[in-house]
């Protein structure tokens, strides 16, 4: 009689558990490295959809109301919602609108979670809520416009997403000048591509778009890199090779770069959901001035909001984006 080889029941259950404790190691990672594949592609659609429609309006100022008692107390506030209403629902398919209060109607979690984990905060429900300076220092002489404190006011997409709107009704128009970030945001969106099922964590699931300037406005969606660069750095190096603020980004990762202006703008009135309230630096951008003013780029100031250029070989701190 011939003898038939086989496994035996022990071998095969000792196989399958050796198998499972592998699968149970590499699955979740392999699931995240799917999952944010998927919001990456989410985040540039997004992005692509609302720079699209913003750009076909005439302008980004002046929907709805907005009054102050003498304390600085709303008495009226009607702009985010008049905006998603009067506005933005002209160019840009929306499935259901909710108003300020009543942000969770339409998806929105009630706390997210700040860039790498580092804190749980309150979902932000109004103007102040994003950074608290945004309303400090926000009128600069000459230049028109202002912060309102607004309410949020919230929307659902057709593809699924739960956005919130800011809404500043007196943002002015663009100046290649010296002047503060806070009276050029018109409208600020802080989204969640899959409503509040989770992780609902910014720079995941949960991120932001900001428009600024009435006319003619810029849109700009940055992820930013959890943490700035380790000492401060001049925006260009006098000498072949050496660090300065563009091979920063490149040194911490090749899918890393330096923001634009307009990019890190949107850092600074997103600075609590990335936790840059609390920063006392000033930040290069990637932009080059180029009026009358030779080897000069420009900063923000994170303890002001002032945005103006600077000589490129001061030392200044680099918080990075993702390509």
Same mark, same amino acid.
């Not at 209060?101 to 932000?124: H, M, Q, R, W, Y």
């Not at 925006?235 to 091979?247: I, K, L, R």
């Given at each position: 009689?011939?003898?038939?080889k086989?496994?035996?029941?022990a @071998?095969v259950?000792?196989t399958?558990?050796?198998i499972?404790i592998?699968?149970?190691?590499? %699955?979740?990672? =392999?699931?995240?490295?799917?999952? +944010?594949?998927a919001?990456?592609?989410?985040?540039?659609?997004? *992005?692509?959809? =609302?720079?699209?429609?913003?750009?076909?309006?005439?302008? %980004?100022?002046?929907?709805?109301?907005?009054? @102050?008692?003498?304390?600085?107390?709303?008495?009226e506030?009607?702009?985010?919602?008049?905006?998603?209403?009067?506005?933005l629902s002209?160019?840009?398919?929306?499935?259901?609108?909710?108003?300020?209060?009543?942000?969770?109607?339409?998806?929105?979690?009630?706390?997210?979670?700040?860039?790498?984990?580092?804190?749980?905060?309150?979902?932000p429900?109004?103007?102040?809520?994003?950074?608290?300076? =945004?309303l400090?220092?926000?009128?600069?002489?000459?230049?028109?416009?202002?912060?309102?404190d607004?309410?949020?006011?919230?929307f659902e997409?057709v593809?699924?997403?739960?956005v919130?709107?800011?809404?500043?009704?007196?943002?002015?128009?663009?100046?290649n =000048?010296?002047? *503060?970030?806070q009276n050029?945001?018109?409208?600020?969106?802080?989204?969640?591509?899959?409503?509040?099922?989770?992780?609902?964590?910014?720079g995941k699931d949960?991120?932001?778009i900001?428009?600024?300037?009435?006319?003619?406005?810029?849109?700009?969606?940055?992820i930013p890199?959890g943490?700035?660069?380790?000492?401060?750095?001049?925006?260009?190096?006098?000498?072949?090779?050496?660090?300065?603020?563009q091979?920063?980004c490149?040194?911490?990762g090749e899918?890393?770069r330096?923001?634009?202006?307009? +990019?890190?703008?949107s850092?600074?009135?997103?600075?609590?959901?990335?936790?840059? +309230?609390d920063?006392?630096?000033?930040?290069?951008s990637?932009s080059?001035y180029?009026?009358?003013?030779?080897?000069?780029?420009w *900063?923000v100031?994170?303890?002001?909001?002032?945005?103006?250029? *600077?000589?490129r070989?001061?030392?200044?701190?680099?918080?990075?984006?993702?390509?």
């Amino acid at each position: 009689m011939k003898k038939t080889k086989g496994f035996t029941l022990a @071998e095969v259950l000792i196989t399958l558990a050796i198998i499972g404790i592998v699968a149970a190691i590499t %699955l979740p990672s =392999l699931l995240v490295n799917v999952n +944010e594949k998927a919001w990456d592609a989410q985040k540039k659609a997004l *992005h692509a959809r =609302l720079a699209q429609a913003i750009g076909q309006m005439n302008t %980004l100022g002046g929907y709805g109301a907005y009054t @102050e008692d003498g304390d600085g107390n709303a008495t009226e506030d009607t702009a985010a919602e008049s905006f998603i209403l009067d506005a933005l629902s002209k160019v840009y398919k929306i499935n259901n609108v909710c108003g300020p209060d009543k942000l969770s109607s339409c998806g929105l979690p009630s706390k997210i979670t700040t860039l790498d984990a580092v804190a749980e905060i309150n979902f932000p429900k109004k103007m102040s809520e994003l950074n608290s300076k =945004l309303l400090n220092g926000s009128h600069y002489e000459g230049e028109g416009g202002d912060v309102a404190d607004t309410k949020a006011a919230a929307f659902e997409t057709v593809n699924g997403e739960s956005v919130a709107v800011f809404y500043n009704p007196l943002c002015g128009s663009d100046f290649n =000048l010296v002047h *503060h970030v806070q009276n050029k945001i018109c409208v600020n969106f802080v989204y969640d591509l899959n409503g509040a099922e989770g992780p609902n964590e910014v720079g995941k699931d949960v991120g932001f778009i900001t428009a600024f300037y009435s006319k003619n406005p810029v849109v700009v969606a940055p992820i930013p890199y959890g943490a700035d660069y380790a000492s401060t750095v001049p925006q260009y190096a006098e000498t072949e090779g050496t660090m300065d603020a563009q091979s920063v980004c490149k040194t911490m990762g090749e899918d890393l770069r330096l923001p634009d202006r307009d +990019e890190l703008a949107s850092l600074f009135v997103n600075a609590k959901a990335i936790n840059l +309230e609390d920063s006392n630096g000033a930040y290069w951008s990637g932009s080059v001035y180029s009026l009358g003013k030779e080897g000069w780029a420009w *900063h923000v100031n994170f303890i002001s909001g002032y945005r103006d250029p *600077h000589i490129r070989y001061d030392l200044l701190s680099v918080r990075c984006i993702y390509k």
